[in-house]
């Protein structure tokens, strides 16, 4: 059988043209792929010597030239020991030996919770009793519904104190340049927005993420006149911390019942800066986790679980976005079910003084039932390290 020649009929100079294209477009990738490979010796180089910052910098050159299994790895190794250098809040209420911190006992000392002969497991017993506030929307309570009792108001002053020398009023900031996943953790509408707005504030100062994450599922939304999830609030962009498209309307096949659906029309209702609009394209996904049984909405840690199951993520970084205090759970929880496979950097702005007077109602109700469920996941993760010893 003959082939034909696809030159055949092809005037000479553009044959010589279209092979010479060839052969750079050729010469440029396997350059590009020299240069990465060189980029990536030196950050193991660089790493091996303790210069993580440097080691760090070229590896996110070699992934910008060539992106392979090699140098995933090596960038992975470098954002863990990167990862490592922050200040881990676990080390804010435990000590390595198991013990409460000097700031958690003034904590505990304040409702009479301390006895210098209990461990970790005695101190999450007597804080889920008496600090707990919110178990997954029980009793439709959520955080936002939350007010201090006369004794909180009492302590509001002496608790705010050690929360501010225990750091939970701090800003965290993302550690690396660039993550594999950027997460938009669920919350009410206004929460949502607020998280979304922020990872696209952090992308217009250079942060990037491969892809972009919603946590959340069916929690049922509040979405009567004047309530949080309001349709009315939906549309209505006047306080919205986001720019919204320009002629946007609900679609009128769209569902509004679950968060779930919420995070979607948020999504798709946002303009977005050109370059992220473009670098995000066909990769964002709305993770639907289901309530557990007995539950009125899945928590963060479903989420997190209901991603890993049922869509099977490769290995990465991951860049979630919270609220201020609020953040020191959903870190704690989310390593604890995302392990060494997804280093994760929980970021959240700091309390500012406004922040905190807008709260001041509830604020000792977000620390201590915060602190509870802080301490509850740390009991889970000492658990799980003795089963696996």
């Known amino acids: 059988m003959q082939i034909e020649n696809p030159f055949a009929k092809t005037p000479y100079n553009t044959y010589v043209t279209r092979t010479f294209l060839l052969q750079g477009i050729l010469m440029i ?3 590009g792929h020299l240069g990465a490979a060189t980029l990536l010796e030196q950050s193991k ?8 910052d440097s080691s760090y910098t070229l590896v996110e050159e070699a992934r910008r030239d060539h992106s392979d299994a090699a140098t995933h790895d090596q960038y992975m190794l470098v954002a863990r020991a990167i990862l490592a250098k922050r200040s881990d809040p676990a080390t804010w209420f435990i000590t390595a030996e198991g013990k409460p911190t000097e700031r958690l006992v003034k904590l505990l000392s304040i409702d009479n919770l301390y006895d210098p002969n209990d461990g970790l497991k005695e101190i999450v017993a007597k804080t889920q009793k008496a600090w707990i506030q919110t178990i997954q929307g029980q009793n439709n309570k959520e955080r936002n519904d939350l007010k201090d009792s006369a004794l909180q108001e009492k302590n509001r002053k002496q608790v705010e104190e050690i929360v501010q020398e225990l ?3 701090d800003a965290r900031p993302p550690s ?10 669920g919350a009410l509408l206004d929460g949502v927005r607020r998280r979304l707005s922020e990872l696209i504030e952090l992308w217009n100062s250079g942060t990037r993420f491969d892809s972009l994450i919603f946590f959340t599922g ?12 309001a349709l009315e609030k939906l549309c209505n962009p006047v306080n919205s911390p986001l720019t919204i498209k320009a002629g946007w309307k609900l679609p009128e096949d769209a569902r509004y019942d679950t968060e779930y659906d919420m995070c979607k029309l948020v999504w798709e209702q946002t303009e977005l800066p050109e370059d992220m609009r473009v670098a995000l394209k066909d990769k964002v996904v709305f993770v639907n ?12 840690k479903d989420c997190y679980a209901t991603w890993m199951t049922e869509m099977n993520p490769s290995s990465g970084t991951v860049l979630a976005i919270s609220h201020p205090l609020l953040w020191t759970y959903q870190h704690i929880t989310g390593e604890n079910i995302l392990g060494e496979k997804f280093p994760l950097d929980t ?11 807008k709260e001041q109602a509830r604020i000792v109700s977000l620390i201590q039932d915060t602190a509870a469920k802080c301490l509850y996941e740390l009991l889970q993760r000492q658990n799980q390290e003795s089963a696996g010893k």
């Open 29 to 31: 990738t396997l350059t």
């Open 45 to 52: 180089r660089a790493f091996s010597e303790g210069k993580i």
């Open 167 to 169: 750091g939970l009023f």
């Open 176 to 185: 690396l340049r660039r993550y594999d996943y950027g997460a938009c953790l």
């Open 218 to 229: 069916e929690r049922y939304l509040r979405k009567g006149e004047g309530q949080d999830d």
């Open 289 to 300: 986790s289901p309530r557990p049984a007995g539950k009125e909405r899945p928590s963060t």
């Open 347 to 357: 970021c959240a702005k700091a309390a500012t003084p406004e922040m905190r007077q």
